[in-house]
């Protein structure tokens, strides 16, 4: 599959995060790269990374941060493509304050916000993969399937349940 996800965490103690996005990726078939850069203390590499990354193919950025959560919203005023914020529970707040900071972007510069933490980051890579899917059968195919073994587990659970009730 062409469709392609850039990953973008702030520092080293997110990576854990990104895997979980990317492990989604994965499953999907949906190519992707992880990439360390913040917002705040390497703002020229991240500026360069979204343009390279867009040049190349990119075409969704799922970034993670925590605490003032600037990443997302710096990567989405340097690109038109989507950008999806993860907020990470760090800090005394544990991703509160990550959370009101992604959600209140500036008019024009829209990012998708997902749930604190790992569930957030799984959710980033099923929507990236659903933006995708659109310009993309083979990866709205990989989306349904994906979805269909969910389905299938959580039948199964309730048909155990059943039997044992």
């Known amino acids: 599959m062409s469709a392609t996800v850039g990953i973008i965490v702030g520092s080293r103690s997110d990576l854990s995060f990104a895997e979980a996005a990317g492990k989604v990726l994965d499953q999907l078939g949906i190519s992707h790269e992880l990439r360390v850069l913040s917002a705040h203390r390497t703002p020229g590499p991240l500026e360069e990374y979204v343009s390279a990354a867009e040049a190349d193919g990119t075409r969704v950025f799922i970034c993670m941060a925590g605490m003032a959560a600037a990443l997302p919203g710096v990567v989405a005023a340097r690109t038109i493509l989507p950008v ?3 907020p990470l529970p760090a800090g005394e707040l544990k991703g509160q304050d990550a959370l009101l900071a992604i959600v209140q972007m500036p008019p024009g510069i829209p990012v998708a916000t997902m749930a604190i933490g790992v569930p957030g980051a799984r959710n980033a890579a099923w929507f990236a993969a659903a933006i995708l899917g659109l310009g993309d059968a083979a990866v709205a195919a990989a989306v349904n399937e994906g979805r269909a073994r969910m389905a299938e587990g959580v ?7 059943r039997a044992h009730a």
Do not use: N, R
């Not at 039948?155 to 349940?161: F, I, Q, R, V």
């Open 155 to 161: 039948l199964a659970d309730d048909a155990e349940a």
């Open 84 to 86: 999806i914020g993860v």
